[in-house]
């Protein structure tokens, strides 16, 4: 016992002074260096850490080694000391190799401690996992995205994709926190949709039609299809068995023998069926009248990835007021641009008894709201990417945070374009009333003109979609985008279109078949209500935030065209 009567502690008491990871025999080497005095003050404590080594060296002669181990629960890495009186050290050093240990914190000798305010001296190695240097393809020199983008499955490991990990990971918590502050209900909307939010036909189809042509032609080659021959004799012994149970029957014969002639002509009925339904195999995808026959398709009728979960996330949202939806989309665009994949996330709400005004107050204030909390929860991993990609990331994220967005119709927002030319500033897209903003427009709005984020609104009917509400003027719709400095366009939106007979016309307006969207105009025909909605790429905010340059390198596991590793 100690003196004050509480049980003598050996190892460290996790909880009154460090967090222990959950579900795992270690402690966080966030929670020791990222106290304010850097962890100095929990040196003499015992614990377990676990992770990867990042840097390892063997001093005194082979006597001691120094490693760096990182858990990615936080930029920084914990320096190891590690005698070689605990386990021999060579095995220890590479980089990328795995250690669980005990051992007891220290401070570092006074001509180190500038460096490191605390370090860890190995009493015990509990497992390591071993790492062949010749072979592993992460050295510790550094690496370009590009690079990397070759071995997703380890690249992980290195500090800039852990660093853009935790910052992924802050903004979709940060996302789920604003909306449900605001009252909102999560709603998981269907990747495999039969609609085109878009209209652009810019979709990954979902069918078993090749897979079922490839089965059929394979089980043709092995087991040739019945000739008409073999079917007209499969007829025939049908004929001859139906035959000969209307003569027992007739005959009155006994109740076995024709039980018996009833079983034979069941088997010979089930025969004929068989190969009836072979005969009608054919190689390659069915067809009806010389087009794809899709009701012999796994759906009965064409289906696609979604590019967008918004037309299904407003049934909810006719019906529950306020929700949003945060899933995966795809887009089946061969383009090989640093600002495009073919599978990305969107957050996207949507607002029942709510108009554009609404919509734009809520996409300033989520924004807003995303900026700040990386601010708040994810300073160190954004003061990383200062360091090596962006010096003004954190000045962005300030500015955005503590500033009322500019609001221009997409009409003034051209007559700043059209003014700047005239004044000599070249474009190289065009400008002119009912084009849509070309990245380089959004971008001297928001970095050149006002250099802070813009929303326009109001634009051309032409260049939106058909759920888009019509203005007035007939000429505009309720559209609005919300553009910020390094991506441009981040937000999406607009009122939709409530009116039945105006939105059935816009549809046709825009060359889409009218079935697949009925129950889209069932939510028009029925109790209709006015509501918006916007949509965020969460792979941009991404961009926006770190000042990193290609999407390819925010998101996970990228894919694009002629990529799809893992």
């Known amino acids: 016992m100690a003196e004050d009567g509480l049980p003598a502690v050996d190892k460290l008491t996790i909880s009154d002074t460090v967090e222990e990871a959950d579900f795992s025999q270690r402690v966080l080497i966030r929670s020791i260096l990222g106290r304010p005095d850097g962890g100095a003050g929990l040196a003499g404590r015992t614990l ?65 401690q500038g460096k490191q305010s605390i370090e860890l001296k190995v009493l015990k190695v509990l497992d390591v996992g071993t790492v062949d240097p010749a072979k592993y393809p992460l050295p510790k020199t550094r690496l370009t995205l590009e690079f990397l983008r070759d071995y997703v499955h380890l690249r992980p490991r290195t500090n800039t994709i852990a660093a853009i990990a935790r910052i992924r990971n802050a903004l979709a918590y940060a996302t789920h926190t604003f909306f449900q502050k605001h009252g909102f209900l999560y709603v998981h909307t269907p990747i495999i949709t039969t609609s085109d939010c878009e209209g652009a036909g810019e979709m990954f189809q979902v069918t078993t039609l090749i897979n079922d042509a490839e089965k059929t032609e394979k089980e043709l080659i092995n087991n040739p299809p019945p000739s008409q021959e073999d079917l007209d004799l499969a007829k025939s012994v ?13 005959d009155k014969a006994g109740k076995p023998e024709i039980t018996a002639a009833v079983a034979e002509l069941t088997k010979a009925k089930e025969n004929l069926s068989k190969l009836e339904e072979r005969f009608k195999l054919k190689p390659g995808i069915p067809k009806k009248d010389g087009k794809v026959d899709y009701g012999q398709d796994f759906f009965a009728r064409q289906a696609f990835l979604t590019v967008s979960g918004q037309l299904q996330v407003e049934t ?11 899933g ?8 090989h641009t640093s600002r495009h994949l073919a599978e990305f996330w969107m957050v996207e709400p949507e607002i029942a008894f709510a108009d554009i005004e609404d919509d734009m107050k809520c996409a300033e204030a989520y924004v807003r709201f995303l900026c700040q909390w990386l601010l708040d929860n994810c300073l160190d991993d954004m003061e990383f990417m200062v360091e090596k ?29 059209e003014d700047a030319v005239s004044k000599g500033h070249k474009f190289e897209n065009k400008v002119e009333w009912g084009i849509d903003l070309a990245s380089e427009h959004e971008k001297y709005l928001t970095e050149v003109k006002y250099e802070s984020p813009v929303i326009v609104y109001n634009y051309p009917k032409g260049i939106k979609a058909f759920y888009m509400k019509v203005n007035s003027d007939k000429k505009t719709v309720a559209a609005m985008d919300v553009l910020v400095p ?3 366009e981040l937000i999406g939106g607009s009122q939709r279109e409530e009116n ?67």
């Open 48 to 112: 377990n850490v676990g992770g990867w080594v990042k840097k390892g060296r063997e001093q005194g002669k082979g006597s001691f080694a120094f490693l760096e181990l990182n858990d990615g629960s936080c930029p920084a890495n914990l320096q190891l000391i590690i005698y070689s009186d605990v386990a021999p050290l060579g095995q220890f050093t590479p980089t990328g190799t795995c250690l669980h240990v005990e051992g007891v914190l220290q401070m570092p000798p006074e001509d180190k």
């Open 500 to 566: 039945y007979e105006v939105i059935k016309e816009r549809i046709l307006e825009m060359g889409l078949p009218l079935e697949p969207y009925e129950w889209y105009l069932d939510l028009r025909r029925y109790g209709t209500v006015k509501h918006s909605g916007f949509g965020l790429g969460f792979e941009r905010m991404i961009l926006f935030a770190t000042g990193i340059d290609n999407i390819r390198d925010v998101i996970p596991f990228p894919r694009y065209p002629g990529r799809a590793d893992l």
């Open 238 to 250: 049908v004929k001859e068995k139906g035959e000969i149970v209307a003569k027992l029957k007739s």
């Open 486 to 488: 390094k991506v441009g």
């Open 316 to 326: 909810f949202a006719c019906a529950l007021s306020s929700v949003y939806t945060f």
């Open 328 to 335: 995966p989309t795809f887009r089946a665009e061969h383009s």
């Open 389 to 417: 990609f962006d010096k003004n990331a954190i000045k962005r994220l300030q500015m955005v945070a503590s500033t009322n967005f500019i609001r221009l119709s997409y009409t003034e927002a051209v007559t700043i374009l």
